[in-house]
């Protein structure tokens, strides 16, 4: 691997570029934060569809796209004198370090982050996170509520986990796991019983409770939800390009195709996955 300098010198090198790009390319030149936000998005999609595929050479490959959008944004606002990229990095240490006062020595964190800390015993990742949350309420242009640090605009899915680990760090939460199914079992019933009735808000309503519940007992199992679907996803995406692979060998359409004889080839899919 490559030393300390020779990553500095990379990032330096990364930075020249940038550089030359907005001074000389029309496309570069003329993006703004707004133009590049999208494009932002889909880039950090594209590592998370690497990471849960373990794919090493596409995670730096998509990595490297990542941080482009990161300088670029520093990039503008250096020419607008609002900041630049050292300010970021800077700003982000300070950050570390203040959240870390079990890491860091006193003298290195401002005083009301030495006092947060000082009620919390650190033993686990538990304890820190708590910790954080009482450390973010008193920061500088920090979170004012517990819930207000949860993005708007975060995927629904990651945004319930993200609002129902943050109300655990301040202690809302079961006191044993194992409770948590009571409450989705009667959320599914409520849903059923909506359905029954025919009222569509309602079912609607009841299925957001549902899916708001099993969320909460996969973050009591420490389980990732967003990572469990995904990998139920890309199975049933292989599942069923087998199924399309295997019709058209026959010479026949999936419309063609009776349910059982689509199930049939379904398990032939699942047990050649198994074999592997």
């Given amino acids: 691997m490559h030393t300390r300098q020779e990553q500095m010198e990379a990032f330096g090198r990364l930075l020249d570029v940038l550089d030359e790009l907005r001074e000389k390319c029309p496309w570069d030149r003329k993006q703004t934060n707004e133009s590049l936000r999208p494009n932002t998005i889909e880039e950090t999609y594209e590592l998370c569809d690497a990471l849960i595929r373990d794919d090493q050479k596409e995670i730096c490959k998509e990595l490297g796209d990542v941080l482009l959008h990161v300088c670029f944004y520093a990039k503008i606002g250096s020419e607008k004198e609002q900041f630049d990229m050292a300010d970021v990095c800077q700003k982000l240490c300070d950050k570390l370090i203040f959240r870390h006062p079990h890491v860091f020595p006193p003298e290195d964190i401002e005083a009301a982050g030495a006092k947060i800390s000082g ?122 390009n087998y199924l399309e692979q295997q019709t058209l060998k026959q010479g026949r359409k999936l419309t063609d195709m009776t349910l059982a004889e689509m199930d049939e080839i379904w398990d032939e899919a699942k047990r050649l996955e198994r074999e592997q």
Avoid: C
């Fill in 119 to 240: 009620g919390i015993k650190i033993e686990n990742d538990g304890d820190v996170a708590k910790m954080w949350e009482k450390i973010k309420q008193v920061e500088k242009d920090g979170n004012k509520t517990v819930l207000s640090g949860v993005p708007a605009s975060l995927p629904t899915l990651i945004k319930a986990y993200r609002i129902q680990d943050k109300a655990r760090n301040v202690g809302f939460d079961w006191e044993d796991r194992s409770q948590v199914w009571d409450k989705v079992k009667e959320e599914i019933s409520e849903f059923e019983a909506e359905v029954e009735n025919m009222d569509k808000q309602k079912a609607e309503e009841e299925f957001g409770d549902v899916l708001f519940s099993m969320i909460n007992a996969a973050r009591l199992y420490k389980i990732n939800p967003d990572n469990a679907l995904e990998h139920t996803n890309q199975k049933f995406i292989r599942r069923f």
